[in-house]
């Protein structure tokens, strides 16, 4: 099960409650907090869906391009949601099956790669910051850059699609899809942010 973890802002009461400040790297808090995020008090109430205990999910609104999937969900409530996440197999196929019994036929998911790296497989994150297990695509075929025939590296969001066991990497302004959110209390780590920020100049 996930380590969950909540950041609490509290803006100008320092001196009030004699608080430190608290640090985040790409996804990690520092010093660590405890796991008494509760979805059912803090996230918004449009997060109705419930796949997994700690988190609550939603579909964005339009069919967007994958950069602005991820800006709607992060702006959601800052620091609390992202486009989802699955850190393992049984929480992706989970989420393949919310597809299947939603009559979806694809999503945009919370995995994104830096532009600076040039292998497909190589140096995919996830919104929180953890790296994407290469156990997740749809292996053989995926992630594939353009059948790996590209030289430009322009497949570096990624979708989940009701048919296929996997994660597919895609061009983020390839389709105009939903964005699956999610909102787990943890927020988008600064890695990945840049990453998306790159891809849509």
Partial sequence: MRKLSLLIALCGCD?????????VVDGAVDPPLDAGFDPARECPAEYALELFAGSRYRTTEVFTQAWNASDDCRDDKPGLTHLAVAATRDELDVLVATLVAKGVDRWWIGA?????????????????????SAALWDL?????????????????FAIIQYDR????????????LRGLCECDGRPMATGAASAVDQARL
């Fill in 15 to 23: 001196d009030l409650f004699n608080l430190e400040p608290i640090a």
């Fill in 140 to 156: 053989p075929l995926e992630p594939n850059d353009g059948q790996g025939t590209e030289t430009d590296h322009e497949e570096q």
């Fill in 112 to 132: 994104v790669q830096p532009a600076a790296v040039t292998a497909p497989i190589d140096g995919w994150l996830w919104m929180t910051g953890e790296p994407v």
């Fill in 165 to 176: 066991p996997g994660l597919i990497d895609i061009a983020g302004n390839a389709v105009t």
